[in-house]
């Protein structure tokens, strides 16, 4: 099996050379015509963790990837959905439309084991590589998971020892430094100075009180999302979720929200608050706008539960 993994990374060289050369003829860059999404849940044990809300990381996970879906985009998106647990990851949907998305978000479980972070990431970026030739799309790894890569197997490419240094001085040889290099050159061996071929979306669940996942960790996924040009929320067990459209992080999205929006519409960021930049476009403009509006009402009129002591699982 690796064997034919590694001859496929390697007649992958010549695509990439054209991807780049597309890269660095500039037009790439503004000639997307569709967003390729791999929406990657981490199914692994850890994620049976029950936040102050009452609800586990997993069901909240599956809220924010339907919230996901479910945003207003400038471009017209396709989604496929891949879960990862123990020592491997499964296919749960291949690529289709926001509504079938939903659904099938809505029949996934959790899993008991651990987490083949390094693998699932490194994968999921070499099938959207593969994915819709021909097609000037952005591709986006988006995952949801509380954890650090600890299950991927030794005989596959984006295995390694973790990094002893943090980002971006990451440790040449590492799950890290491969996983990084994937998300940049769609090769885990192999760094480049020019722009990362995927955005990395992250959506990180922990706990602030026992520091897990390891700080390390965390700066290392904000670091490659943010040099991908994607989104880092790191969601924390004693938080409410976070809720698209919610610009002062209050968990309801009322008129103070709308006017924020309203009051930095039209603007890039920066000047623009992010905090009204909900897609991550660095640009307030219609997008945002009716991400707002379809949100509005959301969390305002519950009476919140009493918040719970955070039950951890670790795997
Ligand atoms: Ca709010
Ligand atoms: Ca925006």
Known sequence: MLTRTLNRWASRTVAGAALALALMSGTA?????????IILLDRSGSMMTTRASGQTRFADALVRGRDFVNMANALPRLFAVWSFEGASYRREQGFQDGPTTVATLSRLTSGVGATPLALAVCDA?????QFGPGI???????????????????????????????YPDLTEG????????MLKTGDPLRDSPNPFQLI???????????LAPEPFFLSFVQG??????GRYTPIDDVR??????????NGC???????FMLDNYGLNVPPGSPAADFNGDRVIDFTDYAIVIANLGRGCNAVLPPLLPVHEVRE
């Open 125 to 129: 970026a070499d099938e959207l590589l």
């Open 29 to 37: 860059a503004h000639a997307f015509t569709e967003e390729h999404v």
């Open 136 to 166: 000037d799309a952005r591709k986006v790894v988006h995952l949801i998971s509380d954890g650090e890569e600890n299950s991927t197997p030794e005989t596959t490419l984006c295995f390694g020892p973790p990094s002893t240094t943090r």
């Open 240 to 249: 409410p979720l976070p809720i698209p459209g919610d610009t002062d992080g």
């Open 253 to 259: 999205i009322n008129s103070v929200d709308y006017r």
């Open 174 to 181: 590492s799950w890290e430094w491969k996983v990084r290099n």
């Open 200 to 210: 990395f979306d992250a959506d990180v669940f922990f706990n602030h009180l026992t």
């Open 224 to 229: 490659v999302t943010k040099a991908s040009g």
